[in-house]
């Protein structure tokens, strides 16, 4: 069992069973569907609320995503130790500045390319998520689980978008 | 409070289960894009295999009932997925 619990990585399908059970224990004892991207826009609606009050005077923020310290704040606070806690155990953990071996080989050395493109990548993909209502975890596993179609038609348009920009970026090294 | 609590340890056991995926590695992500290491796909649909299998039998065991299903509107689902695909692919996370 500790054996299991230090080794660098496990089976996706053993892995995918534990998040599994946790979505079964999240919607059993509390009615609620784990996601990551909705903490995000609580936050930047608190910021936003706390710079220019005007800017969250919406019916987006009003309704649909209220600012403020949600479940959902804590579960993205939770998903940043469980990975921490996984990663000691394992021997896992390290300091890096991001460009890892397999982009190096692609885009070379520069760390702040990486970043730009992990910062601006991240703006677009909070963004999707906005709009679509979730992201991998709220929607494509939270609304796929009831078998919602909305799920499927946003994991179907992942791939859609997804496969043509590895391709542009990967080029002929795809 | 007590469902702040019980969400930080949702959450911590979620991303003890991604980090032992690997899933928080750039390659990980973007190789699911180019059909080189399909741990993702792996992933994502063993969790809904096992939560769909979980969550359907204690409704039908009459234990919980099932909370607000995430909404289908189709043009928001296909828009805001093929944005986030493009950022997906892009950032790697």
Known sequence: MIGLLKKKEWSPYLAGTLLGLVYVCSI??????????????????????????????????????PPGITTAVMMLLGIFIGAFISARLSGDFKLQS?????????????????WLIAFLGGIVLEFGAGIAGGC????AIGGGLFLAPGAF??????????????LLMYRRKY | ?????????????FGFALQKAGLSKYNKIVNV??????????????????????????????IIAL???????????????????IGMAAAGF
């Open chain 1, 98 to 114: 991001v460009p890892d071996p397999q982009w190096k080989r692609v885009f070379g050395d520069s760390i702040w390319k990486r």
């Open chain 1, 28 to 65: 059993a004892a509390a009615g609620i569907i784990p996601g990551a991207s909705g903490a995000f826009e609580n936050i930047g609606g608190l910021i936003a609320r706390a710079v220019h009050p005007e800017l969250v005077k919406n019916t987006y923020f009003r309704f649909v995503m």
């Open chain 1, 136 to 139: 991998t975890s709220g929607l």
């Open chain 2, 33 to 62: 894009f180019r059909f080189t290491d399909l741990a993702v796909l792996k992933f994502m649909m063993t969790t809904l295999a096992v939560s769909m299998v979980g969550v359907f039998a204690l409704k039908s065991a009459g």
């Open chain 2, 67 to 85: 909370p607000a299903i995430p909404a289908t509107y189709v043009v928001g689902n296909l828009m805001g997925g093929l944005i986030f695909g």
């Open chain 2, 1 to 13: 409070m007590s469902e702040m609590i019980f969400s930080l340890v949702m959450g911590s056991a």
């Open chain 1, 153 to 166: 038609i946003f994991i179907a348009a992942m791939f859609i978008s997804g496969i043509p920009v590895a």
